[in-house]
């Protein structure tokens, strides 16, 4: 599939009727022929100038496999100024080889400063396109307080965020825990969670045959070691933990700097007491190991060779008995908002570790 990259001089204000036509224009073939639209869900994407280089470069890279109309709002309401300025551009490629059907996807880019930037929404809603699932997309810090947020999320049906994008954890978490309690929000993605997939996958596997699976009960201590911008992931996987593992949270430690910093958790489990320690000096991965100690097995999972890979391994005391290496692939922001773009209901999974990472962040 070959792609090509079309765009047209950008200028200021345009009317939604003047878009249209431009977009039109810019799905036209050298015979007069217009390409098809290939849209299959509208994503609206609310950045800063500073992040807009980075942020238009993934939604481009996304259009390939999963054409859109894509909004790119890039506001700084802080301005005094109005400034309003409309940037088209379109990737089209040929499906089913040559010979084949030509198909674009869409980009509209919106700088908005001063008064239009308080009022995204007018700017985004009319050029959405009908009887499509609407993602909205906040790659930087994000705050359901936020001016705008209350009317975006009216018009869409997910939201895609990255809890580690604030640098206060405990904050961030507990609002997005406060969020998806309120009645009418849609439904909510977190790019750290996306990116827990693997860990919470092999540390699923490693419980997966019948030999194993009474040890789930048997977990007294859980040790994560995580570090620099891993909070909220490591803080999600406990809270994963806890709600498939059926542990209810009774106390929270924070320690101090001379104790490595962290928590120490005490969680009544099935059997008994369950403490995890929650290490945040890894030098050199944002999640690095998590392991779990049973009466007879012991169960980890860990990033290595150059922490390209995970290796998942079974012991018996000293005695290895079970071991699984996975390439953990790429983790660019393409990939992970490709995956939270495949889905489109809430993940009750997520929200049920959401609220128990927030009540431990809050202890």
Not at 114 to 128: K, M, N, T, V
Not at 184 to 196: E, H, I, K, R, S
Not at 211 to 234: H, I, N, Q
Request: net charge negative.
């Amino acid at each position: 599939m070959i792609g090509e990259s079309r765009s047209a001089p950008r200028g200021g204000a345009m009317s939604v009727e003047e878009i249209e036509r431009e977009l039109a224009r810019l799905r036209a073939n050298e015979d007069g022929t217009l390409s098809l639209r290939a849209s299959v869900l509208n994503l609206i994407v609310v950045t800063d100038e500073g992040s807009a280089e980075d942020v238009t470069r993934s939604v481009s890279e996304l259009a390939g496999r999963y054409p859109s109309r894509a909004i790119v709002l890039i506001c700084d309401p802080g301005e005094s100024e109005t400034r309003l300025d409309i940037g088209l551009s379109a990737f089209c490629n040929i499906r089913g080889g040559t010979g084949g059907t030509q198909v674009c996807a869409e980009q509209v880019t919106v700088h908005a400063e001063g008064p239009p930037a308080h009022h995204l929404e007018s700017l985004a809603g009319p050029l959405l396109i009908p009887d499509l699932p609407t993602f909205l997309w906040y790659p930087g810090h994000f705050s359901p307080r936020s001016p705008e947020f209350a009317a975006m999320a009216t018009l869409v049906d997910r939201v895609i965020l990255d809890s580690a994008a604030s640098r206060d954890a405990e904050v961030s978490l507990g609002e997005l825990a406060g969020l998806i309690g309120e009645e009418g929000t849609p439904a909510v993605g977190d790019l750290q969670w996306v990116a827990l997939s693997p860990w919470r996958t092999l540390l699923a596997e490693l419980f997966g045959s019948p030999e194993r699976a009474g040890a789930l009960d048997e977990v007294y201590r859980v040790e994560v070691l995580y570090g620099p911008g891993g909070e909220s992931r490591a803080h999600l996987l406990v809270g994963w933990l806890a709600t498939t593992l059926g542990w209810r949270l009774r106390a929270a430690t924070r320690l101090g700097a001379r104790a490595g910093g962290g928590h120490r958790l005490h969680f009544l489990g099935p059997v008994g007491e369950v403490i995890v320690a929650m290490d945040p000096n890894s030098p050199d991965a944002k999640l690095r190991r998590v392991r779990l100690y049973s009466e007879e097995l012991s169960f980890q999972v860990s990033r290595h060779r150059e922490l390209r890979e995970a290796r998942a391994t079974v012991m018996r005391g000293e005695d290895l008995i079970g071991e699984r290496t996975v390439h953990l692939g790429t983790f660019d922001l393409g990939v992970l908002v490709g995956e939270e773009l495949r889905y489109r209901g809430r993940d009750e999974v997520y929200e049920a570790a959401l609220i128990t990472a927030a009540r431990i962040l809050s202890r």
